[in-house]
């Protein structure tokens, strides 16, 4: 199966820019995907890329694909508290809707 | 968007006892969904898939008769922790796959302490 690899922690101050990095194996997942997960709560969706593109942005966030070394990244530009989580980087498998995670990165916003 | 609800949100049973998580797709019809495991500060680990009529795929190493999973309608599939013991608490988290888009929609999880 795919091994995806994510640093544990990333501590910034309110204002900065974050930017968490994953790295996956399998190269030919399709779709790589950002999600967020609050304490004791469920998985939200965050943004997702084609493997066929290498940025996407939506308003603060921006992800960055280099396919050629299964590298992804995700920027929170400006980041708040509420941005305070643990992030998890999933990569799809060949079965549709089969997601491979990361360990998450638990992302600490100082003010 | 579509909602998935997963109930009860959190349970504490005695070991020995079974507990049934239900995942419910609350606006979408979902052949396919998704049990995972997830031990603290730790990843997703997928359990097993769940196939509306058929019976459900597990991941090596997870016990189907410990954990049942029935997907009786296009928008509930169940798991039960049967004779629970504490190293099986855990939060359980489930997906499901809207048919005919693809896009895949998270509940938000079930915590269960085993005593």
């Known amino acids: 199966g795919e091994d995806v690899e994510q640093s544990l922690f990333l501590s910034v101050r309110e204002g900065d820019s974050s930017v968490i990095n994953c790295t996956y194996t399998?190269?030919?997942?399709?779709?790589l995907y950002w999600y967020k997960q609050e304490p004791g709560a469920g998985l939200q969706l965050l943004t997702y890329?084609?493997?066929?593109?290498d940025m996407k942005q939506d308003q603060r966030l921006t992800v960055l694909l280099n396919k050629k070394d299964k590298h992804l990244s995700l920027r929170i530009a400006d980041t708040q508290t509420g941005d305070s989580a643990i992030y998890f980087c999933a990569a799809r498998g060949s079965t549709l809707g089969r997601l491979y995670f990361g360990r998450g990165t638990q992302l600490t916003v100082w003010p | 968007g579509a909602v998935v609800s997963q109930h009860p949100s959190r349970v504490i049973c005695k070991s020995g006892t079974s507990v049934k998580i239900e995942c419910r797709s609350l606006?979408?019809?979902?052949?396919?969904m998704f049990w995972y495991r997830q031990f603290p500060k730790q990843s997703l680990m997928l359990m097993a898939t769940s196939n509306e009529g058929s019976k459900a795929t597990y991941e090596q190493g997870v016990e189907k008769d410990k954990f049942l999973i029935n997907h009786a309608s296009l928008t509930l599939s169940t798991l039960t922790v049967t004779s629970a013991h504490p190293e099986d608490s855990s939060f359980y988290i489930c997906?499901?796959?809207?048919?005919?888009?693809?896009?895949?929609?998270f509940g938000e999880g079930s915590r269960l302490t085993v005593l």
């Open positions: 997906s499901a796959l809207e048919t005919g888009s693809g896009e895949l929609f």
């Open positions: 399998d190269s030919s997942s399709t779709y």
């Open positions: 890329i084609f493997s066929n593109m």
């Open positions: 606006d979408f019809q979902a052949t396919t």
